[in-house]
């Protein structure tokens, strides 16, 4: 999720920088529900003490 993030980030700001600002403003809010989902989901692997798969 957070790889997600940062890729939908990098895609609003090069889209910011082009001047699509619609586009970056999508971009933005994807961005941004896709990186507090991974912090829930990482929480919650914290709390019940799930550990990544290896």
Do not use: C
């Not at 990186?35 to 799930?50: M, Y």
Request: proline share 2%; glycine share 12%.
């Amino acid at each position: 999720m957070i790889y997600w993030a940062l890729i939908f980030l990098i895609v609003a700001i090069i889209a910011g920088a082009l001047g699509l600002s619609g586009v970056a403003g999508a971009a933005t809010n994807i961005a941004w529900i896709l990186f507090v989902v991974g912090l829930v989901v990482a929480l919650v692997f914290l709390i019940t003490g799930r550990g990544p798969r290896v």
